[in-house]
């Protein structure tokens, strides 16, 4: 008698995933769809949208099953994987919507934005805008990493701190920009 894949635990599935098994990642799929699919409705209001993000989840998780490092459960990186995918896709939206107002504001007063320097120079206004918002000690770490080009060991020097809290300071100091302008602008901005 074959395997009864239902009452398999997670932690088998995964093992049997990882090594290709077709049945297992079925299962895994039929386990978790509807729950997913519920979270994901609850942030995007689509059920179409929801059930985009699911598949490319599932997607993924079979296209790199033997790479992907379970660090919790199976449940819980399913999760974290679905916020994630549902973050980019909120933040995608958001910084279009307002690209496109921002785009409909110059037609409407009769501009046509034919140079893309236009856009850079907007993009780097909200930039900015969005650093100098950023508390006092860490926006100065942050300029002299991004702007100066300093190493972590200058700034310590130079602040009179240590390289880890100067480390935490831009780590923080990244985390916040990229959920403030979006993990597009955030990519092709700030990664090196």
Known sequence: MGLIYESTSD????????????????????????????????????????????????????DKRESIQFSSSLSGYLYISLRNKIFNRVSKKKFEAQYIDSLQEFIQKGHCITDHRIREKQLSELIEKQISALPAK??????????????????????????????KHIQHALRILKSKLGLIIFLFLFTP
């Open 138 to 167: 860490m926006r100065q770490v942050f300029e002299l990493s991004r702007k100066s080009n300093l190493s972590h060991k200058e700034i310590a020097e130079q602040l009179q701190l240590s390289e880890q809290t100067v480390r």
């Open 11 to 62: 932690t088998e599935l995964l093992g049997l995933l990882k090594s290709g098994d077709r049945l297992a990642y079925t299962e895994i799929y039929n386990r978790y769809k509807l729950v997913l699919h519920t979270h994901a409705y609850k942030w995007m209001r689509d059920r179409e949208e929801a059930m985009d993000i699911i598949h490319e989840l599932f997607t993924v998780l079979w």
